[in-house]
C-alpha cells in the first residue's frame, strides 16, 4: 500500500520517511505508521500525482488531501474523482465538504491510522471485481466504475443534493465526478441511461420547477399590472367622496396638510360623513391602470423571458439505487447485450442483409437442382424487464445453456442471422424437410426445458417456426424470411 499526500503545504513531490520534517504537527502521526506503507509521498496537487502513477501503483495507494483550505480541498477531490484511474482510490480529507461528502471515504482532521485500515478494506472490495472491458474513451468505461464506486462503498443508492449552481436545483455528487458531467445536474442524463438499461431503478424524491424556455430552475416570482404588464405597481388607499361621488387614491385629496376633493374642491373634514375609505386598490405607476388583484408571472433568471405560472414545467427529481442486474454489470465489468446479441458474439452471426442474400442463392440453387434442400428455422425471444432486473444471473446461466444447445444442432455449414435483436434465424444447409422438422422440434424441447431448469418459463417466452425450400409458392428470401417472421410474432408458429 502506497499513501499520496495532496497539500499545498508542500511546494514539490517529497518522500517522507521516518526522519523527515512535516510541516504541520497534524502529521507527525505518519510516522507512526510508516511501517504500513511501501511508500509515502507528499505533492502539492493532484497533477503531480498522476504523473507517478503507474499500472503497478495503480491497484494499491490511497490518497489523503491535507488541508484546511475548502477551494483547494474541493478542487482536488474533483480531480481525483474525475480521473478515471483513481475514480475508484480511497480518498480521504481533512477538511470536510459537505456536497461532495459521498465522493469521500472520511474525514480526519488528523492523519489516524484508520485510514490505513479502511483503505485495505476497500482495496478488498474492489479487487473482487473483474477487469473493465471497456476503454478509458468509451462512457461505457465511467458507468461501470459509477457501479463499482456505489458497490465497493456499500452505497447502492445515491441521492440528489440540493446544489444551487445545478440547472434543476440538484445534482448527484459521486455521478457528476466520476461519470465527468460538465456542469453539476447533468450527469443525471446519465443516470436516466443506466435507468433504461435496468442497471438502476429510480423512486420519486423530491421536485423541481423549471423554465419552460430552457429549463433552469432559477425563477423570480413577481406581481404585475394586468394591463400592461409592468412590476411598478403599489397598493393604494383609496378615498370615495360622498357628495360627488368621486373615488381616487387618498394622494389625489391632499392639499397641503387638508383633504380635498380634486374633482369638485370641496374640503373633506369627518371620515364616515364627508367620505370613507372603501377598500386599497393597486395603482400601476406606468399606466395609471387600477385593479384589486395584481397578475403573477416568473422571470427566468438564466434566459430572461417572462411567463404564467401555469407554464412552469415541474419534473420529478430521483433517487438511483442499483438493481440485482446493475450489481452484476458492476462485478462483470461489462453491460450484457441483449439476448441475441449475446448470442451474435458466443456463435458468430452473419449480418441480416448478407443473410437474406444468402437465403436468395439457395432458392436459386435449389429450385435449379431440387435435390439441394435446405431449411430455414426462426426462433423469437421475449424477455420481461423482471428477468433482467431481478434474476440476471439466472439469465446468464440461460443464455450459457441456450448457446451449448444451439452448437450441438447445428454444423459449422449451417448459417446463422438475427432480426431485429428479437429473432434467431439458422439456415440448415443440405437439409430435406423431416431433417429440418427433427432438428427444430429438438431445439424447441431442449429450450423448453432449459428456461423451466433456471425458472425463466413465466419471464422469457419463444415461439418457433421453420420452412424447408424449395418451395413452388416461394421465390424470394424477403417472401420465406417475412412468413417465418410474422407465423413467430403472432402465434401461428409451428
Known sequence: MRLFIISELFDKPEKITKFSVLPDVGLENIKRSIDKYSLIMAFPDFDAVKSSLTEETGKAFLIYIYSADERFTQMQIKKVRTTFETSLSPLFVRLEIQKFLPAVDGVYKDY????????????????????????????ESRQINYIRYLLSRGMEKEDPFIEKQSKTGFFYPVAHLILNSNLEGEEAEQLEVLATRKVLAKEVQNKTSLCPHCGYYNMVIR????????VRIKLTEFIHHYSCGYTAPAEEFVLDDRLVCPKCGEELKHIGVDYDKPAENYVCEDCRSVFSEPDVNLLCLNCRENFPPEDILSEPVYSYSLTPFGKMVGYEGKFPISLLEELSVKLGITDYNVFSFLVDKFIKISTRYPERKFCILGIHFSMSDKAVIEFPVRVRTFLKDLIEIIKENIRESDIMSVYEEKLLFILLTETPPDGGKTVHD????????????????REISFSSSYRCLPDSTVKTAREVLQTIIEETEDGTAV
Not at 134 to 139: E, G, K, L
Open 112 to 139: 489516524s491510522p484508520e485510514i490505513a485500515e479502511k483503505s485495505k478494506t476497500l482495496w478488498e472490495s474492489i479487487r473482487r471485481f473483474s477487469p473493465n472491458q471497456y476503454a478509458v474513451s468509451m462512457p
Open 223 to 230: 406581481e404585475v399590472c394586468p394591463s400592461c404588464g409592468s
Open 442 to 457: 429438438r431445439l424447441k424441447n431442449q429450450i423448453e426445458t432449459i428456461l423451466k431448469k433456471n425458472n425463466l418459463d
